[in-house]
């Protein structure tokens, strides 16, 4: 039977982000491995409606198990059903939202079927042989790392935030597959309370504009003047780990493996050399802007705008240019 | 009660390096340490101990140089020690690692509980809990903040997710990953450190634990390094220097004609 599935996150508020962001990838592999987007769910009767509206996003198949047991995530059990909607239908990949939910389910189903699982990816390629190539940094050694498995279905999770989510298409219709179970495997987890934490908005995740700085900007001073910067570009200041280590500023201002994933318009890099560990999380910038003493650093060679000089000169003369703009004291406009 | 804590020997960072033939990261001549995150499982699992009695087991897979980790791990509170080494491991993915690491612990039975740390710093996978869980058939309850005991057998775990806090109720026995920051590991007791100068890990190797050659190791890894390599980037860069003062001009006017500013 096959497929190119997704797993169907869910919360109190629909599905989850990623669920767009997975489906968006699927989208563009599937073909490639001639399978039909899927998108599995599991869950009860509440979830049919938006089940449904999965394919205005371009899914060709929703699969739905229903049971009044999956009122709720539970390892065992999420993962039992998985397993055996997996050996029933065969497909040939399923990826997971390196959530706390995909991260917890995704490595039970590999341990129940004995799957291999890569962690993390933020990239895929189809290759000749129609192997999925999965992805990820290694963070200890700052490399890339190519990973295939040598299972079916190749299982993987991404980490949220990395690629764009798909975009509701003015077409696209069709009833999810129901499968209504009889009975489902007693679960050992009982819920009894949840508490809402309201989620720490970042508000690195969203913004238009992110300048960051790090190690390059020498001293504390130096970089306390980006908040200025952001705030005449209505943006928002991002760090590497080493500033907020130094206690420049809090660590949710950390962007990378290790914090925030962003992707705004525009990314200004202040004294930061662009580690492998950082990059994959400011990656789907749509335009870069590095300031370096270094020309060869790494970050240097990503960017579309390299500037080649010292951060701690040019931050000052930048803000005082654009703050000429914004004040309307500019002669060429 | 019996508790084991699955502590995972981990390269200092920085010292890591690549083998190029198999693509696997070489440990054996980096600075061995305790993966950071485990500490907060092991104090857990120490505290459980102290407040409803039983033994802690820290149990390993790593090389041999790795025994003075799990002497640390006795001075930190950990009252048996067990060190899973075998050439046969070498190279497993988190398949394999969890697969061995179940056999170990089915080799150590009874237990009611195994604690582990959230993720290693070097795989950062987050996977060979779970992974563990279903090898032994029992639940995994992962991003642990507290632990308690309930009414009759039950245990009431509190675990993080996104958005929300859960508050879940099992029956042992079960794999616990244990959320970083949640506890305060205590320093080394110069007590155990003088006494564990005369102890000795319980070395296990892959066939004492009844491993099927075939799950262990490289070849019994289902993932398969393919490549590293590092990004490079040919984009059609532009590149600006000169007086700072002329950069910034240049850059503030590339800016404005792409109405980014
Ligand atoms: C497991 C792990 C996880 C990690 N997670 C993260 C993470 O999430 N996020 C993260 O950012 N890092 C992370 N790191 C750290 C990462 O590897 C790098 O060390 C870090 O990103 C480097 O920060 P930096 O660019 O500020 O400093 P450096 O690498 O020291 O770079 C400073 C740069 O400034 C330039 N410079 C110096 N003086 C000037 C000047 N006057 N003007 C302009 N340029 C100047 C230098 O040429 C250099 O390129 C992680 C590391 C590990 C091992
Ligand atoms: N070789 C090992 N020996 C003991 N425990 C391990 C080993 N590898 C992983 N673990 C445990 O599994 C957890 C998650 O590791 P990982 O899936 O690699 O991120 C670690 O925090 C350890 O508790």
Same mark, same amino acid.
């Given at each position: ?7 169907? =996150? ?217 908040? =200025? ?105 | ?261």
């Amino acid at each position: 039977m096959g497929g190119f599935w997704i797993y169907g =996150e869910w919360g109190e508020n629909g599905f989850h982000p990623v669920v767009y962001e997975l489906i968006s990838v699927a989208r563009r592999l599937a073909p490639k491995l001639a399978e039909k987007v899927t998108v599995v769910v599991l869950g009860t009767d509440d979830l049919r409606e938006a089940a449904r509206e999965l394919f205005r996003y371009g899914v060709e198949k929703v699969l739905l198990f229903i049971h009044p047991e999956l009122s709720y995530f539970r390892d065992d059990l999420y993962a039992e059903i998985l397993a055996a909607a997996i050996k029933e239908r065969d497909p040939s990949v399923f990826l997971f939202g390196a959530t706390a939910e995909g991260q917890a389910l995704a490595p039970r189903v590999a341990g129940l079927l004995g799957l291999g699982l890569t962690a993390h990816c933020i990239a895929f390629e189809v290759d000749d042989e129609a192997r999925l190539i999965q992805i990820r940094p290694s963070f200890g050694e700052n490399v890339m790392a190519k990973i295939v498995s040598k299972t079916r279905p190749q299982m993987a999770t991404v980490r949220p935030g990395v690629f764009p989510k798909a975009e509701p298409q003015a077409s696209g219709e069709g009833e999810p597959e129901e499968i209504r179970l009889s009975e489902v495997p007693k679960s050992v987890l009982r819920r009894r309370a949840v508490y809402p934490v309201p989620r720490k908005e970042s508000p690195l995740s969203e913004a238009k504009v992110v300048v960051a700085g790090g190690r390059g900007l020498l001293t504390k001073e130096n970089f306390e003047k980006l908040h =200025e910067l952001a705030k005449l570009l209505s943006g928002a200041v991002g760090a590497t780990r080493p500033v907020c280590h130094l206690g420049w500023i809090s660590e949710e201002h950390m962007i990378g493996v290790s914090g925030e994933t962003v992707a705004p318009r525009l990314y200004i890099g202040f004294g930061i050399s662009g580690a492998l560990q950082h990059t994959v999380g400011m990656e789907g910038s749509e335009v870069v802007v590095a300031v370096n003493t270094d020309p060869e650093a790494t970050l240097m060679q990503r960017a579309d705008i390299a500037v080649v000089g010292d951060a701690t000169r040019i931050l000052p003369l930048l803000i005082r240019r654009i703050r000429e703009i914004k004040e309307g004291r500019d002669g060429a406009s | 009660m019996n508790l084991i804590v699955c502590l995972k020997p981990v390269p200092e960072p920085g010292t890591v390096k690549v083998d190029p033939e198999t693509h696997t990261l070489k440990r054996a001549s980096s600075e061995l340490i305790i993966n950071p995150p485990d500490r907060f499982a092991l104090e857990m699992a120490v505290e459980l101990k102290e407040r409803y009695g039983g033994k802690v087991t820290a149990l390993m897979m790593g090389p041999p140089n790795a025994v003075p980790l799990l002497k640390e791990a006795y001075a930190l509170g950990a009252d048996e020690l067990v060190l899973l080494s075998d050439r046969a491991f070498a190279g497993s993915d988190t398949l394999a690692t969890s697969y061995a690491l179940a056999k170990a612990i089915q080799k150590l039975s009874p237990f009611d509980l195994v604690l582990m740390g959230k993720a290693s710093i070097d795989g950062e996978t987050a996977q060979v809990g779970p992974e563990t869980g279903a090898w032994l058939g029992i639940p995994s309850i992962t991003q642990v903040k507290t632990l308690v005991r309930g009414e009759n057998d039950a245990w009431v775990a509190r675990r993080i997710f996104e958005d929300f806090e859960e508050e879940v109720e099992f029956s042992p026995p079960a794999v616990i990953t244990v959320e970083p920051e949640t506890n305060d590991p205590r320093p080394p007791s110069l007590k155990r450190l003088l006494a564990v100068r005369n102890l000795e890990p319980q070395v296990l190797s892959a066939r004492q634990v009844d491993c099927d050659p075939t799950k262990t190791g490289l070849s019994g890894s289902p993932t398969q390094v393919l490549d590293v390599f590092t990004p490079t980037y040919e984009g059609k860069r532009e590149v600006l220097s000169g007086e700072p003062e002329e950069v910034v001009e240049k850059l503030v006017s590339i800016l404005r004609e792409r109405g980014l500013i």
